[in-house]
């Protein structure tokens, strides 16, 4: 279940950077901060760094407090669990719809922007034309912030690094 929550909230985020009228945006690459406190206040931080290309591939990679690879290509996610060995191979069943999404945002004001994916609300707040954070709360009603770092947009980003082989020693889990 926890999986498929980080994958559907990952698979939205990629979304909703083609929500945003920053036309010619071909690549992506961040570093980010991930904020998610629950209805009692508790906070985690997680934090690491995205690539995000045109072609649909996406690549977050969690550097605390876990190391964690989460690659989105096409309709399949794999998380890479490298401390405990293991990949977790999903099938995602939403397609995303770029051109709806941009139709979809809406303008709040100056730097704010609003839309609705998978029956949650989203904001986005854009900074320098870039975009600079992005709020939603999650199924179980957590509230999630994702901050943006050291933003590059339309950079050279190497196909390779969206490539995964689990190595032969790890536990392999198909959903």
């Known amino acids: 279940m926890v999986y498929k929550i980080l ?26 901060s991930q904020t998610i406190m629950n209805d009692t206040n508790k906070t985690i931080v997680y934090a690491g760094d995205v690539f995000i290309k045109e072609s649909g591939k996406v690549l977050w990679k969690y550097k605390t407090p876990v190391i964690k690879n989460v690659y989105l ?6 998380v890479d669990e490298p401390e405990l060995e293991q990949a977790i191979y ?25 839309t609705n994916l998978y029956n949650k609300e989203y904001i986005i707040i854009i ?8 709020s939603y709360k999650d199924e179980l009603d957590n509230k999630i912030v994702i901050v943006f770092h050291e933003i590059e947009q339309n950079v050279e980003i190497n196909d390779s690094i969206f490539n995964f082989l689990a190595p ?6 198909k959903k």
């Open 127 to 134: 900074k320098n034309d870039k975009i600079y954070s992005l």
């Open 90 to 114: 999903t099938t995602l069943e939403n397609s995303i719809d770029i051109l709806n999404l941009l139709k979809e945002a809406k303008k709040v004001n100056e730097d704010t922007y609003k």
């Open 73 to 78: 290509i096409d309709n399949i996610a794999i």
């Open 7 to 32: 994958i559907l909230c990952l698979v939205s985020v990629y979304s909703l950077f083609a929500s945003i009228n920053l036309d010619k945006i071909t690549s992506f690459r961040a570093s980010f």
């Open 168 to 173: 032969s020693y790890y536990d392999i889990i």
